[in-house]
C-alpha cells in the first residue's frame, strides 16, 4: 500500500520477478507435447510467459479479469473530442446494463468485468493551465486502480472511458519521448482536419505548460493524464506485486504503461500487449517500451476490448500447454 507518490516510488523499486524455474520448466513441457518444436509460433512464448509469472509449470487460467476506469478530463473544453463529456458517464451506465461492446468481449472469454467510475462529476484540471491532478488526488486514483484488482484474478486486461483521454495519452507520450505533438495525435472519437490540428496543438501546449512531465514516467501521469490513466498504471502494479499477468489494451492504455516504464524499467516485464490499435501512435509507442502485439484488428474503441480478446488467445495457449498430451503419454515417438 501507499499513501504518497514517494511511496509508490518505493513500490516501484521492490517488485517481484517472475518464477525462472516455472518459466524453464514450462518450456521444457512445450519441447514434450505432441507437435513439432515451434509449431504453435507464438502460443508456446505465451504460454512459457504465463507459467512464468504464475510461478507453476502448468498453471490453470480460469479467473481473467476485465476492469474498466472511466474519468472526465478538463482539457474536454477546449474541443479536443467528437462527442461531449456526458458520453463517459453515459457509458458507464451502458457498461453496467451489459449493452457495450467490452461487455460482449468479457462474457465470450468468461472474464470478470469490473468497471469503476472515478470522480466523473469532477473533472480534471485543464492541463493547459498547469497539472491535471494534484498528488493526493494522483495518489487516490492510482490507488483506486490497485484496489480494483481481484487478488483471485490469474489474468487481467485493463480499459478506459472518458471523452478527452487520447489528448491525455498523447501529451503524456510527446512529454516521455519528444518528437512533435502531431506525431503522437490521433483520430480518437473521429477528429479530423482542422480539429485534428488544434488537437495537436493543445497537446503541445499542455507539455510546454508541464515541464515536470518532461521524460518523468509518474509526473507525466500526474500533470497530464487522467484519473482512469492513473487508475490503470495502479492496477497494472498492483496486478505484479500479485505475480498476475497483464494485457495491454490500446494507445492509451500503453501510455499508462510507458509512463510506468520509464518511471521504473521492467515494470512491464509482467505485461503483454493484447493488440495494435488503429491509433496512428500505437505503433510507435509499442515499439518504444518493446512490447509486440498479439492481434491487429484495426480496432480503435477502447473500454479494454482489444485487451479481452487477447485473453481469449491466451487461453488458448494454456488450453494447448496445459490439455496437450506429451510424446511419452500419447506412446508418439518424437524421432
Not at 507459467?51 to 498453471?59: E, F, I, L, M, T
Not at 457509458?91 to 468481449?105: D, E, T, Y
Not at 466523473?120 to 494534484?134: N, V
Not at 490521433?186 to 482542422?194: D, R, Y
Request: hydrophobic content about 45%; glycine content about 12%.
Amino acid at each position: 500500500m501507499f499513501a504518497t507518490i514517494e511511496e509508490f516510488k518505493k513500490v516501484l523499486g521492490n517488485l517481484p520477478e517472475r518464477s525462472e524455474d516455472a518459466a524453464q520448466k514450462a518450456l521444457e513441457r512445450q519441447s514434450q507435447l505432441t507437435k513439432p518444436q515451434g509449431s504453435l509460433g507464438r502460443l508456446e512464448e505465451l504460454a512459457v510467459w504465463y507459467c512464468g509469472w504464475r510461478g507453476s509449470a502448468k498453471p490453470p487460467l480460469e479467473k481473467s479479469q476485465v476492469i474498466v476506469f472511466a474519468g472526465n478530463h478538463g482539457v474536454a473544453a477546449r474541443n479536443v473530442s467528437a462527442f461531449p463529456v456526458e458520453v463517459t458517464e453515459k457509458m458507464v451506465q451502458n457498461f453496467n446494463a451489459g449493452g457495450a461492446a467490452i461487455n460482449q468481449l468479457a462474457n465470450c472469454f468468461g472474464s470478470k468485468l469490473t468497471v469503476r467510475p472515478l470522480s466523473l462529476d469532477k473533472p480534471t484540471a485543464d492541463f493547459t493551465r498547469g497539472p491535471a491532478m494534484s498528488e493526493d488526488e494522483f495518489v487516490n486514483a492510482l490507488m483506486a486502480g490497485w484496489e480494483a484488482v481481484d487478488v483471485e484474478s490469474d489474468l487481467i486486461t485493463v480499459g478506459e472511458m472518458g471523452i478527452g483521454n487520447t489528448t491525455s495519452a498523447a501529451a503524456i507520450a510527446h512529454s516521455l519521448f519528444g518528437g512533435e505533438a502531431a506525431d503522437w495525435t490521433g483520430a480518437g472519437t473521429g477528429v479530423k482536419g482542422e480539429d485534428l490540428k488544434r488537437k495537436a496543438g493543445v497537446v503541445a501546449l499542455g507539455v510546454r505548460e508541464n515541464p515536470a512531465a518532461h521524460g518523468n514516467g509518474l509526473e507525466s501521469l500526474r500533470c497530464l493524464g487522467g484519473r482512469e490513466i492513473a487508475a490503470m498504471a495502479g492496477a497494472m502494479i498492483k496486478a505484479r506485486v500479485e505475480r498476475i499477468p497483464v494485457v495491454l489494451d490500446g494507445y492509451i492504455c500503453t501510455a499508462a504503461a510507458a509512463a510506468l516504464e520509464v518511471a521504473s524499467r521492467g515494470a512491464l516485464e509482467h505485461a503483454v500487449a493484447g493488440h495494435l490499435s488503429a491509433e496512428g501512435s500505437h505503433p510507435r509507442l509499442l515499439s518504444l517500451i518493446n512490447k509486440r502485439p498479439i492481434l491487429s484488428l484495426g480496432m480503435r474503441l477502447g473500454e479494454g476490448s482489444g485487451g479481452a480478446l487477447a485473453i481469449g488467445t491466451i487461453k488458448a495457449a494454456m488450453a494447448c500447454h496445459n490439455g496437450m498430451a506429451t510424446f511419452d503419454e500419447a506412446d508418439i515417438s518424437s524421432r
